[in-house]
């Protein structure tokens, strides 16, 4: 089992929507949480990033980590086709190197 | 300011042979971390160089190997090429004297086919 899990999606919205985008983890030391979007044939783009619990807002991103429920999310607000992209998130313990990612949800915004 | 690159884009390689790519990071980095990203593992780590010297490692066989110049500029080499070595290989930078590993800056990757 990966430390790091996330549903692949696709998902399909309408623009306009808000999107939420989710994963999970096992590893109760990860303490840095992080967003990457990467469009096809580019590499990931760091959206934000949080450190340990809370709530972190960016334009029309939305990050919220629940570290006792091993559980992050990324919302996006007001969602354009431009959004249409895979969402990965990593995670990092305290004084670690390697990004640990999810795989990707794969988002599609139709006009 | 530029961001990271990496050359070539696209590589098909067959089996056995080897293979090096380039990897410039954002100027004033001195951080570089490669890693591999396939459909079935997602992305998963193979090494940092630090100021010319590997500072870590993950669980890749000896055929991955890297270094760095003085200009921070890095290379990583696969030797004896096999099939699922295909895949998207991604370099990042840290920012010198950042607060830890959380802020990396992806280069648009170079995809390797090997035959």
């Known amino acids: 089992q990966k430390e790091v899990e996330q549903d692949p999606g696709p998902l399909s919205v309408p623009e306009g929507a808000i999107v939420s985008l989710n994963c999970t983890y096992s590893?109760?030391?990860?303490?840095?949480f992080m967003w990457y979007r990467q469009y096809s044939r580019k590499g990931p783009e760091l959206l934000m990033y949080?450190?340990?619990?809370g709530n972190k807002e960016d334009g029309r991103f939305t990050a919220q980590v629940d570290k006792s429920s091993k559980y992050i999310s990324l919302f996006i607000r007001d969602s354009q086709p431009s959004d249409s992209a895979t969402y990965l998130c990593?995670?990092?313990?305290?004084?670690?190197?390697?990004?640990?990612f999810g795989k990707g949800t794969s988002l599609l915004v139709t006009p | 300011k530029a961001g990271v690159t990496q050359t070539p884009r696209y590589l098909i390689k067959t089996r056995g042979q080897q293979v090096t790519l380039s990897c410039s990071p954002i100027?004033?980095?001195?951080?570089v971390s490669w890693y591999q990203q396939t459909p079935g593992q997602g992305l998963q780590f193979l090494f940092e160089?630090?100021?010319?010297?590997?500072?870590n490692k993950g669980n890749f066989p000896g055929r991955f190997s890297g270094r760095q110049f003085s200009n921070s500029r890095s290379e990583m080499n696969v030797s004896t090429l096999e099939l699922g070595d295909s895949a998207l290989y991604l370099c990042?930078?840290?920012?010198?004297?950042?607060?830890?590993?959380?802020?990396?800056?992806f280069g648009p990757g170079t995809r390797l086919t090997v035959l």
């Open positions: 990042a930078s840290r920012p010198s004297g950042s607060s830890g590993y959380n802020e990396q800056f």
């Open positions: 590893n109760s030391a990860f303490q840095y």
């Open positions: 160089y630090f100021s010319e010297t590997q500072r």
């Open positions: 100027s004033g980095h001195r951080s």
């Open positions: 990593a995670m990092l313990p305290n004084s670690g190197y390697a990004l640990n």
């Open positions: 949080t450190y340990s619990s």
